[in-house]
């Protein structure tokens, strides 16, 4: 009987091309032959594969999956299936088991071990991931279980692509011991290994406790889901029998603390899909990885669009608030802009917008809040992002509305002085492409602070209301005139002639500190033509092992 070989692509490289030059090394492939598993052996074979499949998909039973319903969660696969583009995901490790045999173990093992893994796509873009499923002993992390993560934290960054871990768990199986804590080191060793190679994103979406906290905290971005979320190092029980504290688990650690106290996460969500779809929208922001550069994506928004409305944006009483957002709505791509840690410091605004369709990074005061200065809480925000900016190559935009650091014992106290220099570090070793724009104050230390053309602003540009001077008025006037302070009329003189003179973009743009005074309504258009100047930016800095950074 002649056999049909099957055709063989490809020329010059791979086992094809011995085939070509009639070295055999590998049995023919070959259609037409007898079929030896016959028909029925295989659909039985076939069936098995499918029966332990379904096993695998059914988690911890049935009524432990209607337990997670009840508590308002989805599934570890469900909410797979939401974050990925339909039909794109391809799990791994399905079938693996744990090995542990102590406390009658062996007799209870759940195909997959407790967390879900594999790959997919958002936006067509690739991305790996890990979803722990609590409804297989809690979600807790065994040898194996920790092996599955590892595994996909290795493809991830061979593939130099996102990864996002999704927490539902009880912490280290408690079963194992020193296996689960080794397991949890390898995962801490490879989110640090991966830190500013890939983008990192961990969503908390139920209990996330003892080791499970300090993966989440060395990845990029942690987003929590409202009321069933919570994150602590140890839980209500140890706090109250080492401290005597009573406490609940939703004001030790869920989403309200977390993103408006502690800091420790980037934002929250109503619940497990509205999250999951906001985590598409993070993604679609972001670069695959530190080389790729920040995505492109296409835009029917004119890159020289005017507004008018900027130019009554600031009031006409210096210390009158206004919201900073609307300019960063009014500057990006069709008003889309996704805010990192709304919630927490909020006289400091971070978040991702694009600019001509590509990902800029957004960093503002906000006098709305506490007019905009700058503290320990906002310093560390912003260092935070702009550092993140910078090691994926995202361009940061700056707009600058900063009466000063806030002094005061408590900010003294708490470090002001670390903190605030975290951020002056992050924006001077920054070497992305930094524009920035001073709509009003930018005094004192601020004023360097906010990328000033002395720290790396590539272009820095005023509106006409800009004030950039080492105080306000009063301040100065009060300090320099102090002889003069019980004569109303030469104080007010004094004050009318330090206004003239300094308070007005003027006197930097005289030495250069300021490239133009621009009109307000055209700023998208000079944000954009400045970033289309900047983008081929290369700055090489010195060799240094690493920096360190004040933190
Ligand atoms: C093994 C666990 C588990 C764990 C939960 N389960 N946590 N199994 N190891 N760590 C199992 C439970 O036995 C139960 O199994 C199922 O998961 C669901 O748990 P419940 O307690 O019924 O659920 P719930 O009432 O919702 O409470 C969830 C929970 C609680 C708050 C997470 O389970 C809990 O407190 N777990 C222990 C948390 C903990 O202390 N972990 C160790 C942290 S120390 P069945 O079969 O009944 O469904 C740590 C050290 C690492 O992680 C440090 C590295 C740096």
Redesign the pocket.
Known sequence: MRHRSLPLKGGGSGWGSSYARGRRTRPMLSLGQPDSLGQGRMKDILDKLEKRRAQARDG?GKA?IEAQHGKGKLTARERIELLLDKGSFEEFDMFVEHRSAEFGMEKTKIPGDGVVTGWGTVNGRTVYLFSKD?TV??G??SETHAQKITKVQDMAMRARAPIVGLFD???????EGVA??GG?GEVFKRNVIASGVIPQISVIMG?C????V?SPAMTDFIFMVRDTSYMFVT?PDVVKTVTNEVVT?EELGGASVHTTKSGVADGAFENDVECLLQMRRLIDFLPANNASGAPDWPTQDDADREDKSLDTLVPENPNKPYDIKELILKVADEADFFEISAAYAKNMVTGFGRIAGRTTGFVANQPMVLAGVLDSDASRKAARFVRFCDAFNIPIVTFVDVPGFLPGTAQEYGGLIKHGAKLLFAYSQATVPLVTVITRKAFGGAYDVMASKHIGGDLNYAWPTAQIAVMGAKGAVEIIFRADIGDKAKIAARTKEYEDRFLSPFVAAERGYIDDVIMPHQTRRRIARALAMLRGKKVEMPWRKHDNLPV
């Open positions: 911890g432990r609590f002993f809690g807790s992390l768990a009880g912490g280290a199986r408690i079963q689960a804590l949890y209990p406790a003892g080791g499970d300090y839980g688990a």
